[in-house]
């Protein structure tokens, strides 16, 4: 294997980690969208509802770049568990312990984009850099929502 193919292949790789990861925050905030209660409910309802939907529409562009470097895209719930980093979420948690979930879980899949990130930098490929950059920023301005919603401070009026 060449060394362009090998760090295609390393790319594709942490490209299958963000998948797998953004995958398994689909399916935890799409639980929350689905078993969210509360005084809050309708606001958390549509927040999860728009979460899930934008992690819904990151998933194939993902899936087509790992195709692009010439890897095959993790594509059974075995695969997504055996790559996936974020932890499950046991039972049906209180909509204050969800967001903090759902806060944790933005951020792990920013962590993994960053890795995604610097492996695509250091192979040269600007098109999966991009594409990082782009998910790191979703993940980063959602956290910023999610850590504004469990905010303390309320302003005076």
Do not use: C
């Amino acid at each position: 294997m060449s060394a362009i193919n090998d760090r295609a292949a390393h790319t594709a790789d942490a490209l299958s980690a963000v998948l797998a990861d953004t995958f398994r925050l689909y399916m935890k905030v799409h639980g929350f969208h689905w078993n969210v209660s509360g005084p809050r409910f309708r606001v958390l309802h549509q927040m999860f509802e728009e979460q899930y939907n934008e992690l819904w529409q990151a998933l194939d562009p993902i899936a087509e770049r790992i195709r692009a470097l010439g890897q095959t895209a993790p594509g059974s719930l075995g695969a997504i568990a055996a790559l996936g980093t974020l932890p499950e979420t046991e039972g049906v948690p209180a909509a204050r312990a969800m967001i903090e979930a759902a806060l944790d879980g933005h951020l792990a899949v920013a962590g993994s984009a960053k890795a995604a990130l610097t492996a695509a930098e250091d192979a040269a490929d600007p098109v999966t850099a991009d594409l990082m950059t782009q998910r790191i920023a979703s993940h980063e301005k959602t956290a910023w929502m999610l850590r504004a919603m469990l905010s303390e401070d309320v302003p005076a009026l």
